[in-house]
Structures are given as C-alpha cells and as structure tokens.
C-alpha cells in the first residue's frame, strides 16, 4: 500500500482525489475532493522518474459506488421525477434529460 502515495485518481479527466505520501492502511476510502463527479472513466495514476519497482502499481480490490436507477443525490436518498422514455434521471443532479414522461410536471426534475 505504500506505493500508492502520490497516486491521482481520476475521473473523465478530471482530477478527484491525491493520495497522501503517508499511507499506512491496508485499505484507502474516499470520496472526491471537490465533491461527487459525474463520469465513466475511473483513472488511478503516478508519475514516477525513473521507473523503478515503486511506480508499479498492484490493485486487489476497486469498488466504485453510484445510485441505482431511478435514485439521486449524495446519499441516494431522492428518487427520480418520470423522466421521458421511461429513461433514469441524471444520478446526481436528478435532471431529466430525455424531458418528462407526464404533461403538466415541471422539468427538470419532472415532479410536481
């Protein structure tokens, strides 16, 4: 685990969370720094010169957390407005991007 310090971690390009040098767990939890990112792309990276052992990076476990359809928020605690096509809400904002399924609901939330 100590060859992890330095380590960035990414998502879609942007920067999320800087591992600190002084890791001293067998495990490493975190959210992003700047708050909850929306992406697809999860990059865990270090720059080290020269290459040497210590900027091989070996992985076991990665367990990346996200709202389950029709859920939104920090918590997940919010559920979907009826977004249009039967499509799932943005799982962070809860916008309907598709627009909404029902007249007469406001978007873009598309609840009541």
């Known amino acids: 685990i100590d060859r ?4 960035i971690v990414t998502v879609d390009g942007q920067e999320c969370y800087t591992i600190p040098n002084n890791v001293n767990n067998r495990q490493i939890r975190f959210s992003c720094s700047g708050g909850i990112i929306n ?6 990276t ?3 010169k020269p290459a040497t052992l210590s900027s091989t990076l070996i992985m076991c476990e990665v367990q990346i957390w996200s709202c389950s359809d029709r859920y ?7 559920v979907c407005g009826e ?9 962070v904002t ?10 007469g609901v ?7």
């Open 4 to 7: 992890m310090g330095g380590c």
């Open 39 to 44: 992406g697809r792309k999860v990059k865990v």
């Open 94 to 103: 809860g916008h309907c991007d598709s627009g909404c399924q029902q007249p």
């Open 83 to 91: 977004c249009g096509d039967g499509a799932p809400c943005d799982k």
């Open 106 to 112: 406001e978007p873009p939330l598309c609840t009541q």
């Open 72 to 78: 939104w928020g920090s918590g997940c605690n919010h």
């Open 46 to 48: 270090k720059h080290s």
